[in-house]
């Protein structure tokens, strides 16, 4: 039994059944060559000792050097460390494993692959909340430098938690010791229990290398990093990628980049739709493209979305398509929207299925592309906003902010806020159409020589196509002005697009208690009031 206090942070207690060895006195050694049942067992001032076991160690104390030719296993309540064929230096300071490395953490880390489900599938904690070891073994040596708190594994590494693992050609793991605790106000190192794991990076060589799989769940990349401390992990790659199965519903990532986790930022100038969870993991994709491919239970086609960002809420059930420098472009049913980003959710017990375009942007009426009337009854319409757009499924109504501008065929219109609703034609169901717009926050209009003013309009599809314009009050009434006439009052009902009779007279209500009308010679072929 040797015994070694010099060191003031732990005492190092070593046996064996037999060796030799040379130097002044027991602290003093010089060079120890030990055989059989060789323990070297280091205690710190407090808390469980960490244990080295091997059948022979060499020591050489000129140049701090350690070898020990067959199989070593180290352990504490921490970890346990398994190999072959060590070499060391600075008294244990530098370690490599040539050989058989096996490493299993029990404590310092937390259920890693959490952080690639988006807060669904398998957990890797036990139902005490006690998490499952994660084991890791390599083709090649590793590397412990403890100055450093860092260790490398080399060739064909594997990192296994439950039934969850990770692969690649390289893994560099960064411990972080505890915080301590306190002898006269000042910090003094604690148990290396308490030594926790910071990062974990895995390394490939080339494109898929890096290789993930778990229960519904498999993805490739170049680099793996797991960041405890941000509690985020970060897949990257030329093309990197996840696949993610539930059931019969499966989602397809791909990027340059994946993050997971609850601290995943946006870049800047997009930000985080409030509908979407700030204590939920998230899953964003960066790309140009970013690709998401969705296919539900049930549905024959995938449906796809590409932009330069993708965020994935899966708790809120959102997901946001952005871009940094150009507009997204998503077509969902017959709306064909662009804009600095786009948020599709799914119906909850708060809210329906629907769709949210951060402006400015646009949201254009996709017509049949089988339209080829070319009659114009049934032109496109575009609707361009400066804050945002709001689309609800279940009404079919959608809801622009800012400064709004609709332009349909020859008439454009301006407003606040515009409230519009969609729908199929009855004549012709696979074209859509708008039934009904509602304009507010001050409306001006205008057809060719039709120009229309005031405080609200509303819009109706069907046999009359009526628009009702109103003032907001009798300061400020309802104007329309059809070349040199101009009526003024409470309320104008302008049958938009229409034409009734053979000479295509347009035919207008005016109707209120106060304001004008001013009549003077009507262009050529223009309607009149009436």
């Known amino acids: 039994v040797i015994t070694i206090t010099t060191d003031p942070k732990r005492t190092i207690v070593i046996t064996a059944d037999m060796g030799t060895l040379a130097g002044a006195d027991r602290e003093h050694l010089e060079d120890v060559h030990l055989s059989g049942n060789v323990q070297v067992k280091l205690i710190p001032i407090e808390g469980d000792p960490t244990i080295l076991t091997c059948a022979e160690l060499e020591f050489r104390e000129r140049d701090q050097q350690i070898r020990i030719p067959g199989d070593v296993l180290v352990a504490n309540p921490a970890f346990q460390l398994a190999g072959r064929n060590v070499e060391g230096s600075g008294a244990l300071g530098r370690l490599v494993l040539k050989e058989n490395v096996r490493v299993t953490v029990l404590n310092g880390v937390g259920p890693l692959w959490d952080r690639l489900e ?6 890797t904690a036990t139902s005490e909340g006690q998490t499952v070891p994660l084991v890791i073994t390599c083709a090649g040596s590793l590397e412990f430098e403890d100055d450093k708190n860092l260790a490398t594994f080399h060739d064909d590494v594997r990192a296994m938690q439950g039934e969850s693992s990770a692969s690649a050609d390289k893994m560099v793991v960064i411990f972080e010791r505890g915080k301590g605790r306190k002898e006269n106000g000042k910090e003094v190192e604690t148990d290396p229990v308490e030594t926790k794991i910071r990062k974990i990076t895995l390394r490939g060589n080339d494109v898929d290398r890096v290789h993930l799989l778990g229960p519904g769940r498999e993805g490739w990349g170049e680099e793996l990093v797991f960041d405890t401390e941000a509690g985020l992990a970060r897949l990257t790659g030329r093309r990197a990628r996840l696949v993610q199965q539930r059931g019969q519903d499966s989602t397809r990532l791909e990027g340059a980049e994946i993050v997971f986790g609850k601290g995943v930022q946006l870049p800047e100038g997009l930000k985080v739709p409030e509908l979407m969870r700030p204590a939920s993991n998230k899953v964003m994709v960066l790309g140009d493209p970013a690709r998401l ?9 995938a449906e796809v979305l590409t932009g330069q960002v993708i965020l994935m809420d899966r708790k809120a059930g959102a997901v946001l398509v952005g871009a940094v420098d150009r507009d997204v472009h998503i077509k969902q049913g017959g709306l064909e929207l662009f804009g600095k980003s786009v948020t599709l959710y799914d119906k909850t017990v708060d809210r329906a299925e629907g769709i949210g375009v951060e402006g400015p942007g646009r949201a254009v009426v996709v017509v049949d592309k089988s339209d080829t009337s070319g009659d114009g009854s049934a032109p496109k319409t575009m609707v361009t906003f400066s804050k945002e757009m709001n689309y609800a499924a279940d009404t079919r109504k959608a809801v622009f902010t800012g400064q709004v501008e609709v332009v349909r065929g020859t008439s454009r219109l301006r407003c606040g806020r515009l409230e519009m609703t969609v729908g199929s034609d009855p004549d012709r169901p696979s074209r859509t159409v708008v039934e009904t717009m509602t304009a507010g926050g001050g409306v001006r209009a205008e057809d060719g020589q039709t120009k229309l003013t005031g405080d609200r309009l509303v819009y109706r599809e069907g046999k ?67």
Request: with cysteine.
């Open 118 to 123: 988006g807060d669904v599938g398998t957990r």
């Open 293 to 301: 491919e969705h296919k539900g239970a049930g549905a024959k086609t």
């Open 464 to 530: 009359t196509r009526e628009a009702v314009l109103t003032g907001r009050d009798a300061e400020n009434p309802a104007e329309a002005r059809w070349g040199d006439s101009l009526p003024r009052c409470g309320q104008i009902t302008y049958p938009a697009g229409l034409r009734d009779d053979a000479s295509g007279t347009r035919r207008t209500r005016v109707a209120g208690t106060r304001g004008g009308h001013r009549q003077g010679g009507a262009a050529p072929g223009a309607p009149t009031a009436s």
